[in-house]
């Protein structure tokens, strides 16, 4: 979809993208500036392939400081992206015919990475009555002796799902009884909260953190998706794993993105209360504006991430001014992009049909157009 927002736009269309994850923000300039001045100093060349001494050592400091997660050098790495290392820890660990369990709606990644890697997602479907949020009792009857991780995104791309720590600590309760089982906790959305605490898996149940891969990234809390450069805690031998991985494919992350993220790990963090500001002001101007296609999209307000997840059931077999059928959320999102110039991304992308996603990672302006525009298509829908 973002991609034929760009075609559209390179066609002379107007076209606002709420399809893409990534912050509209500027890094900040003490981080551009700490890059700079390490190209300046000559650092860029080939580095430890699962990054600099200095930035390790960020990482470590940053685990136990911000998430009371102890590790060492040799239980931390970072490489190009968390994307990077999530598709290395399936790839170092599936055997064929394992399983990976995942929470529908999960980001689109994560399912083909685990079947490029021989294995089989498991995927558990939830629902905006429990916030989009596994239980115990789901996690209990979906594994099998051939699990191998149990993946946990929390806030959660897309629905801004964010698990309690006492939720965490259930979930824990039936995985104590699976030791074969892993678990990755892809925290790339910690700093994006609005409502409630952010609790790292491993934090919540510090026993399990010798089977936990905690994953994280500069790219979403510092504004730095192009810099690529994610970072992981884990126990030795899976870290090991991965960095023997990274050494045949692509070796250590950009150098220059290393100081960057070291300068981003260990620098000051007041622009985030105003950034987290002006994104619940965006979100609640969303929710407000989208209540108005009700019922064709139907939107509860996330407490966390930059993302609506909209229920558009209601939009499912009405038919366009055009005369054409809404037979999915697909063709509703096509819809929008093309008669209304809107962006989105189908909810089936992320295992969860239905359903459409609205970054609102877009100026207060932008939004309220896209917003505009959305409610005005929706109100052109007609009964099949």
């Known amino acids: 979809m973002a991609e034929a927002a760009r075609r559209l736009l390179a066609e002379g269309r107007d076209v606002i993208s709420l399809s893409e994850g990534e912050l509209d923000f500027d890094t900040p300039l003490h981080i551009q500036q700490a890059a700079i001045a390490g190209i300046q100093q000559g650092h860029t060349r080939y580095t430890n392939v699962g990054g600099t001494p200095q930035l390790k050592a960020a990482i470590v400091r940053k685990f136990r400081q911000d998430n009371g997660l102890h590790y060492d050098s040799t239980q931390v790495m970072a490489a190009t992206g968390a994307k990077q290392l999530l598709f290395n820890a399936m790839l170092a660990t599936i055997d064929a015919g394992d399983e990976a369990i995942m929470v529908a709606p999960y980001w689109v990644s994560y399912s083909e990475m685990v079947r490029i890697a021989g294995g089989e997602p498991v995927v558990l479907t939830t629902g905006s009555a429990n916030g989009f949020k596994l239980t115990p009792k789901m996690l209990s009857g979906a594994i099998t002796p051939r699990t191998r991780w149990l993946v946990l995104n929390s806030p959660c791309n897309p629905s801004g799902a964010l698990y309690t720590a006492d939720e965490l600590r259930a979930l824990a309760d039936?995985?104590?009884?699976?030791?074969?089982?892993?678990?990755?906790?892809?925290?790339?959305?910690?700093?994006?909260?609005?409502?409630?605490?952010?609790?790292?898996?491993?934090?919540?149940?510090?026993?399990?953190?010798?089977?936990?891969?905690?994953?994280n990234g500069v790219s979403k809390a510092f504004a730095m998706t192009g810099w690529r450069l994610g970072y992981a805690g884990g126990p030795a031998?899976?870290?090991?794993?991965?960095?023997?991985?990274?050494?045949?494919?692509?070796?250590?992350?950009?150098?220059?993105?290393?100081?960057?993220?070291?300068?981003?790990?260990?620098?000051?963090?007041?622009?985030?209360?105003?950034?987290?500001?002006?994104?619940?002001?965006?979100?609640?101007?969303?929710?407000e504006l989208l209540a108005a296609a009700s019922p064709m999209l139907r939107v509860d307000t996330p407490p966390a991430a930059f993302y609506l997840c909209a229920d558009c059931a209601g939009a499912i077999r009405m038919r366009t001014p055009e005369g054409r059928t809404i037979d999915s959320d697909a063709d509703l999102a096509h819809y929008l992009l093309h008669s209304a110039g809107v962006a989105c991304v189908p909810g089936s992308?992320?295992?969860?049909?239905?359903?459409?996603?609205?970054?609102?990672?877009?100026?207060?302006?932008?939004?309220?157009?896209?917003?505009?525009?959305?409610?005005?298509a929706c109100g052109r829908l007609v009964q099949a």
């Open 174 to 215: 039936v995985l104590r009884g699976h030791p074969r089982v892993l678990v990755i906790s892809d925290d790339i959305y910690e700093e994006i909260v609005f409502d409630g605490v952010f609790q790292s898996f491993a934090q919540a149940s510090p026993d399990m953190i010798d089977r936990t891969l905690t994953v």
């Open 237 to 287: 031998w899976l870290i090991k794993a991965l960095e023997l991985l990274q050494s045949q494919s692509t070796s250590n992350p950009s150098a220059v993105s290393q100081v960057a993220a070291t300068a981003a790990l260990e620098g000051p963090r007041d622009f985030l209360d105003t950034w987290r500001s002006r994104l619940r002001g965006r979100r609640d101007l969303a929710v």
């Open 349 to 376: 992308a992320f295992g969860l049909a239905s359903y459409l996603r609205f970054a609102y990672a877009v100026s207060e302006d932008r939004l309220q157009t896209a917003c505009e525009r959305i409610v005005t």
